[in-house]
């Protein structure tokens, strides 16, 4: 056992996971975070707390990790390497572990020219795939990045922080041929588990996941698919113009357009999606992402007959 | 070399209110080849603010002269006479020329009428491009000749983030991916086994980070 997390024990145990995501209020109110744990609580075996997303000030992810973590959910911690330097990444790190915190999802970040404060300076001091590096070797090294034992005084015991680390993959970024490469640097500094960009273009992910499991990653690594239930044919064409990364069949779109009730459309299309990534090799879950819509996370994973979610089995 | 920009005029007024006798001096490198601060640009930014006192009805004497390259003490020396007079000195030269000046003629205010903005290349007639951010630890080797420090949005060390699309950055379709440039240049160059290695933590002690920089050569120290 790494980490020990919750999110580790199930797929320890072979169970098909679902993790969601809770994005933290532009705000201070506590309710909002809260508000969304409930709706989340049960349905999901470890939510993703977001950092900072799209470069936007908010409640910080270990923050409201702590408070879903009270809420009753397995929080996934993200650390983006936009906003802080490597001294502020490791204090972060004890931090989270001292609050009873245990996975980690490690970031590039968006660039801050899309978010609210365009004119700041980002950091970049590590990248992502040093940021994993650095969380494992202070995991299994007992080492901070610049060598140093993790122990308050000489004569102190180590204590380490122990996380489950995870990564993001875009199979849809390009060059193409070098996404896989890239997992492939990620497994290799200490990824335990990845979460990919949000699965529109099947025929692009398959051949993505062909390259996977021909170099044999998927049986390092835990690779769980990003889904999204959107709701509407605007938030589609939407993302195809303006997220870069993102591939967007036509098809798609007509879809959605052509359906009478699209919020309904959307949920059926996910689930679809999600009944594709139980059947594919390599694939140990799913990521649900429903930006800004997570009351519809309940239903997607019973229609996708992945409720109720498995328990840890006793040891 | 270094590629610098002239600010607003009505910045460069502001700035200089209250002095009566200028001298606006221009420098013959790289803002020369850069189309910010060479003798053409200097003779017009001090038409431009005779003009404007004039309009101003103001009696303020500008005068204009320009040096070989204003980073070195001995061409800022050369400026003694000329700088005789002057109540202000306007440096037209990039920060680093704005400074020299500052330290050989300490009695005198002078002020930047340029923004430096990065070090690079004319990549086209108007147009100037960042190639480096002399982050003092070159890896220049084992990126192919790209460096992912300065063409990068992100200084990334270990490939393009999710936001590459068809060979442009995420923050800006007319921004390259400095990533894929590297990707292709090596697949071309049949070296594109350096991209599945971790490049290490990187040391930004020698960049800005680690404070003022200074090279000591003792060789050449008399």
Known sequence: MKAGSRLEKLLNQGEFVATAELGPPKSADIQIIKKKAAILRGYADAVNITDNQTAIVRVSSIAAAKIALDEGLEPIIQMTCRDRNRLAMQADILGAHVLGLKNLLCLSGDHQSFGNHPQSKNVYDLDSIQLVQMCKNMRDGKVFQCGEEIRNTKKSEIVEPRMFLGVAANPFGDPFEFRVVRLAKKIKAGADFVQTQCIFDLPKFKTFMQMVTDRGLHEKVSILAGVMPVKSPKVLQYMKNNVAGMSIPDDLIRRMTGAADAKAEGVKICVEMIQQMREMPGIKGVHIMAVEWEEIVPTVVKDAGLWPRPEIAAE | ?222
């Open chain 2, 1 to 222: 070399m270094i590629v610098a920009e002239q600010k607003d005029i009505t910045e460069i007024i502001k700035m200089i209110e209250g002095y009566q006798k200028i001298l606006v001096i221009g420098c013959d490198t790289c803002v020369t080849v850069c189309l910010a601060g060479g003798v053409k640009e200097v003779a017009i930014l001090a038409s431009s603010l005779r003009l404007a006192y004039q309009v101003q009805g103001k009696e303020v004497q500008v005068h204009e002269t320009s040096i070989e390259r204003q980073c070195e003490k001995e061409f800022v020396d050369s400026l003694k006479s000329a700088v005789k007079g002057h109540d202000l000195l306007i440096s037209t030269g990039c920060g680093i020329g704005v400074q020299t000046i500052a330290e050989q003629f300490p009695d005198l205010p002078v002020i930047p009428a340029l923004n430096t903005s990065f070090l690079g290349l004319p990549e086209k007639q108007g147009v100037w491009v960042e190639r480096c951010q002399a982050c003092g630890q070159c890896i220049l080797d084992k990126t192919g000749g790209i460096c992912p420090i300065s063409r990068c949005s992100k200084s990334l060390l270990n490939g393009p983030c999710g936001g590459s699309q068809n060979g442009k950055c995420e923050i800006n379709k007319d921004i390259d991916c400095g990533w894929h440039l590297i990707y292709e240049r090596l697949k071309a160059l049949n070296r594109l086994e350096c991209l599945e290695e971790i490049m290490p933590v990187k040391n930004w002690s020698t960049s800005r980070d680690g404070g003022p920089r200074k090279v000591i050569r003792e060789d050449m120290c008399l």
